[in-house]
């Protein structure tokens, strides 16, 4: 088994405190947490599936979005932030030990700013910074599909085995938002993967193969309780 060595920048870093790095399922959101594994009509009913048998499968029966979910491991907020205006501008403050957490930067001539967020951005200056086995790099990315965050976190990717020092890292905060952001919130998700080369190719169907195809992929997946992929064709990551 790999092993990720998370190496501390701040001295306030400890293995018990709230913001130690961890895998990533355990930071599951609360409306994950919260969602039927089978879609309800309006009144709170089951609804039959594609073929009117049995139970209509949702998102959270999905593994292919677990997954964005549960890879890697997650940084989270050492400590409380609050987003405050000031002037017309929004500002950021955290308690004085933690004062180089999260620092304002100008906006990025050139860069294109996500609608609906403000233009002058944010930094983080990752408390943490992972060091990786040789031929592995490591993905920095917003948490995948942590809707409920009020920022989104510029990606990047560092070769982990050679450098084990994060820098700053910008994020972009949502237009107007205000408020308190408690400690332990993730921040950034990191994805190890190993280096390798790859090339393409294209291939193309006629439309009776890709008919052909589709009904193939039907009889196997559109069982009356769905759950086909996870049984037969899913494999578990492991992140310790």
Same mark, same amino acid.
């Given at each position: #088994?790999?092993? *990720?060595?998370?190496?501390?920048?701040?001295?306030?870093?400890?293995?018990? %405190?709230?913001?130690?790095?961890?895998?990533?399922? /355990?930071? =599951?959101? /609360?409306?994950?947490? @919260?969602?039927?594994? $089978?879609?309800?009509?309006?009144? %709170?009913?089951?609804?039959?599936?594609?073929?009117?048998?049995?139970? #209509? +499968?949702?998102?959270?029966?999905?593994?292919?979005?677990?997954? &964005?979910?549960? &890879?890697? $491991?997650?940084?989270?907020?050492?400590?409380?932030?609050?987003?405050?205006? /000031?002037?017309?501008?929004?500002?950021?403050?955290?308690?004085?030990? !933690?004062? @180089? !957490?999260?620092?304002?930067?100008?906006?990025?001539?050139?860069?294109?700013?996500?609608?609906? $967020?403000?233009?002058?951005?944010?930094?983080?200056?990752?408390?943490?910074?992972?060091? =990786?086995?040789?031929? $592995?790099?490591? =993905?920095?990315?917003?948490? *995948?599909?942590? !809707?409920? =965050?009020?920022? *989104?976190?510029?990606? %990047?990717?560092?070769?982990?085995?050679?450098?084990?020092?994060?820098?700053?890292?910008? !994020?972009?905060?949502?237009?107007?938002? &205000?408020?308190?952001?408690?400690?332990? &919130?993730?921040?950034?998700?990191?994805? +190890?993967?190993?280096?390798?080369?790859?090339?393409?190719?294209?291939?193309?169907?006629?439309?009776?193969?890709?008919?052909?195809?589709?009904?193939?992929?039907?009889?196997?997946?559109?069982?009356?309780?769905?759950?086909?992929?996870?049984?037969?064709?899913?494999?578990?990551? /492991?992140?310790?």
């Amino acid at each position: #088994m790999n092993k *990720i060595i998370f190496h501390s920048n701040k001295t306030y870093n400890n293995k018990e %405190g709230k913001d130690a790095p961890s895998p990533s399922a /355990k930071h =599951l959101p /609360k409306w994950w947490h @919260d969602a039927d594994v $089978y879609v309800k009509d309006s009144a %709170g009913n089951p609804v039959a599936n594609w073929n009117g048998e049995g139970r #209509m +499968p949702g998102f959270k029966a999905c593994p292919a979005i677990l997954d &964005t979910f549960t &890879t890697g $491991y997650m940084l989270l907020t050492p400590c409380d932030i609050e987003f405050y205006e /000031k002037n017309g501008r929004i500002k950021a403050r955290v308690p004085l030990e !933690f004062d @180089d !957490f999260v620092g304002e930067r100008p906006s990025m001539d050139g860069f294109s700013s996500p609608h609906g $967020y403000e233009k002058n951005h944010f930094h983080w200056y990752a408390n943490w910074a992972p060091e =990786l086995p040789e031929g $592995y790099s490591c =993905l920095y990315v917003q948490p *995948i599909n942590h !809707f409920e =965050l009020p920022w *989104i976190t510029v990606g %990047g990717i560092i070769d982990s085995d050679k450098v084990t020092n994060s820098g700053l890292i910008p !994020f972009f905060l949502k237009t107007g938002f &205000t408020g308190v952001v408690p400690a332990g &919130t993730p921040y950034l998700q990191l994805v +190890p993967f190993k280096r390798e080369d790859w090339e393409s190719e294209m291939v193309f169907h006629t439309s009776v193969e890709i008919m052909r195809n589709h009904k193939a992929v039907a009889d196997t997946f559109r069982t009356p309780e769905g759950g086909v992929y996870k049984k037969k064709f899913w494999s578990r990551r /492991k992140y310790k």
